[in-house]
């Protein structure tokens, strides 16, 4: 997930996707507006010793949750050699904050050389492309075609660039953390019992749906979005309940996917994840907790506003938190392309019609069906995100489209943009 404030939006998009509404592309993450305070950031969950205290957080501050103090980065990852498990928490679109957990990987391992990393973005049942990587069997274009980045997860993978190397480089265990997409849906949908045997083999037990901190924390992001008039009405807590338990069988896999990482060979394992399995120690480094009883620590970063001097949170938020200022700018160009395949075409298709990003300025239509890019045809969405996957801001290409029988131009174009603002 994102930062405390943004993973709301990306809450508020999963809801819509699970109703049929949204785009299956990456939403766009819209900071919170600074006249609207987070509530997030500052329930009263968590730690009984801490849930009642909160810090103030500016831009370029580092704080301790557990004495609310500034803390320095050495002694940070000082007190990390206390722990099995470190739990550093991203917004997937933020270059800032993977440059945070490329920062402290490179300072864990200086200092201990046993070291692993797992990952959210890879289910588990494409390990073995993992060990090909940090092996130097595969180059990057092939690992990124073998283990289809740009359908299993389709953020940039420059996102993730300098930590995937910095493991290659050191031969560095990567550990994928997730289940299949599809079990995870399944379960969102249709719950635990309608999972096969198979399926339920992913998880060490079935996950607990009961922790009443944590589902507060959840149905505060659920209900601090502006819901919309589709969602209303008698299906709004089913919605939120197959969303509360998809939230919850992420965090179990993932949780016990990493203590398994830590116990495989015994090394220290630091675990790159969205803040919003992390926040208030209530996620998968709960569940990690109580299935193993590993000593762990959380890092999270939170955005102060623009123009605001710092933001209040919660101390018991996390371990560590880091106070950035707004992007300028995405270091990447939100795409903001849907695409699908279907029986009896080789052509990829346009579904659903863009709304936000370079696409849904471009001028597509859901249903048009994709002649060639650049004059290159594609069959395999992986390969087309790829291609669009190297474009800077700035760079143009076109497009070539079938559409109601007629073949149409779109220029696709990747303007300058804001950070905030999808495009």
Same mark, same amino acid.
């Given at each position: ?20 509404? =949204? ?11 600074? =006249? ?8 009263? &969950?968590?730690d009984p010793q801490l849930k009642d205290k909160a810090m103030d957080l500016g831009v370029g501050a580092l704080l301790a949750g557990p004495t609310g103090r500034s803390v320095g980065f050495e002694r940070m990852i000082e007190e990390m050699m206390a722990a099995r498990i470190v739990h550093v928490g991203e917004t997937h679109n933020s270059m800032a904050m993977?440059? !945070? ?30 060990? #090909? ?7 990057? /274009? ?12 389709? %953020?940039? %993978?420059?996102?993730?660039?300098? &930590? ?19 079990? &995870? ?32 924390? &959840?149905?505060?992001? %659920? ?17 939120? /309940? ?47 907790? /109580? ?5 762990? #620590? ?36 939100? !795409?903001?392309?849907g695409l699908k395949t279907v029986e009896g075409l080789e052509n990829l298709v346009v579904d659903p019609k863009p709304t936000e990003g370079v696409a849904g300025r471009a001028g597509f239509e859901k249903g048009d069906i994709i002649l060639s890019v650049e004059g290159k045809a594609y069959t395999d969405i992986n390969e087309l995100r790829m291609t669009l =996957? ?7 290409? =076109?497009? *070539? ?6 073949? #149409? ?13 999808? *495009?």
């Amino acid at each position: 997930m994102m930062y405390p404030g943004r993973f709301r939006a990306v809450l508020a998009a999963l809801a819509l996707f699970a109703a049929g509404l =949204a785009a299956q592309t990456p939403p766009a993450a819209q900071a919170p507006a600074a =006249a609207k305070p987070d509530p997030t950031l500052t329930l009263k &969950i968590g730690d009984p010793q801490l849930k009642d205290k909160a810090m103030d957080l500016g831009v370029g501050a580092l704080l301790a949750g557990p004495t609310g103090r500034s803390v320095g980065f050495e002694r940070m990852i000082e007190e990390m050699m206390a722990a099995r498990i470190v739990h550093v928490g991203e917004t997937h679109n933020s270059m800032a904050m993977h440059e !945070i957990q490329f920062q402290v990987l490179r300072a864990l391992y200086a200092k201990d050389r046993h070291l692993a990393v797992g990952l959210e973005m890879v289910p588990v049942t494409l390990q073995e492309t993992l060990n #090909k990587w940090t092996a130097g069997i595969l180059t990057k /274009e092939e690992f990124l075609r073998e283990i289809r980045w740009y359908v299993t997860w389709n %953020f940039n %993978f420059g996102y993730y660039e300098k &930590i995937f190397d910095f493991a290659r480089e050191h031969r560095l265990p990567i550990y994928a953390l997730n289940a299949p997409r599809e079990v &995870i849906s399944k379960m969102r949908m249709r719950g635990w019992a309608a999972l096969t045997d198979e399926e339920k083999a992913f998880f060490p037990v079935e996950p607990d749906l009961t922790n009443a901190d944590h589902r507060t924390l &959840i149905r505060t992001v %659920f209900e601090s979005e502006d819901i919309p008039e589709a969602m209303k009405g008698p299906g709004l807590d089913r919605m939120f /309940e197959g969303l509360y338990r998809s939230q919850s069988a992420w965090d179990e896999v993932m949780g016990w996917n990493a203590v398994r990482a830590a116990q495989a060979e015994g090394r220290r394992v630091m675990v790159c994840v969205g803040s919003g399995h992390l926040l208030y120690n209530l996620g998968l480094n709960r569940r990690a907790s /109580e299935r193993s009883k590993l000593p762990s #620590k959380t890092v999270v970063a939170v955005e102060v506003p623009a123009g605001a001097k710092g933001v209040t949170v919660s101390r018991a938020i996390a371990d560590y938190v880091f106070g950035l200022a707004p992007e300028a700018k995405p270091a990447f160009p939100n !795409i903001g392309l849907g695409l699908k395949t279907v029986e009896g075409l080789e052509n990829l298709v346009v579904d659903p019609k863009p709304t936000e990003g370079v696409a849904g300025r471009a001028g597509f239509e859901k249903g048009d069906i994709i002649l060639s890019v650049e004059g290159k045809a594609y069959t395999d969405i992986n390969e087309l995100r790829m291609t669009l =996957a190297k474009l800077a801001c700035g760079d143009e290409i =076109a497009f *070539k489209v079938l559409r109601a029988g007629a073949v #149409k131009d779109v220029p696709f174009k990747c303007e300058r943009a804001a950070a905030g603002d999808g *495009k």
